[in-house]
């Protein structure tokens, strides 16, 4: 009975430690993961020949490093937005072949560049571009012709 008791006992401390050993383990797996932040859309030009043609609005996913502060790089968020219409209209994010979307490697490339002076290095892992939105509905074809010059009799 004393063997019985004993396990009895021993079950009873086992079970009661299981919640706990779950959350650890929880947290564990929150700390692993990788944490994910969705910006607001941004306004990106579309510049053709110094022309302005248009406008695409991105959508971003950030990835952050596992244990990298979420709530600052939020915070920072209008950072991020300002450098990429900035160095848009320097260097515009354009694609030759399509005026309604943007060249999606140069957007990442610029956020990851632009992302170690504002949140520090080591902190974003990628960005992806999630959506995007073209102001107007342009062909290369229509948006390159120049208009014929009027007719006067």
């Known amino acids: 009975m004393k063997r019985t ?3 009895f006992c021993a079950a009873i401390a086992f079970a009661a430690a299981l919640p ?3 959350a650890e383990e929880k947290g564990k797996d929150k700390e692993k993961a990788a944490q994910t932040i969705q910006m ?3 306004a990106l030009p579309v510049i053709v020949d110094g022309a302005l043609l248009n406008y695409v609005f991105v959508s971003i996913k950030l990835e ?3 244990g990298a502060d979420g709530a600052g790089v939020r915070g920072k968020e209008q950072f ?4 990429l219409v900035r160095y848009g209209h320097r260097t515009p994010f354009t694609r030759m072949d399509d005026y309604t979307r943007v060249d999606e490697a140069k957007v990442r490339a610029e956020i990851l560049r632009a992302a170690v002076g504002i949140v520090g290095p080591g902190v974003v892992k990628t960005a ?3 959506k995007q939105t073209s102001q107007k509905m342009l062909t290369t074809l229509t948006a390159g012709r120049k208009r014929a010059p009027d007719i006067i009799p």
């Open 5 to 7: 008791l004993a396990d």
């Open 40 to 42: 607001a859309s941004v």
């Open 80 to 83: 991020f937005h300002d450098d």
């Open 64 to 66: 952050l490093q596992p």
């Open 20 to 22: 706990a050993l779950a």
């Open 128 to 130: 992806l571009i999630t």
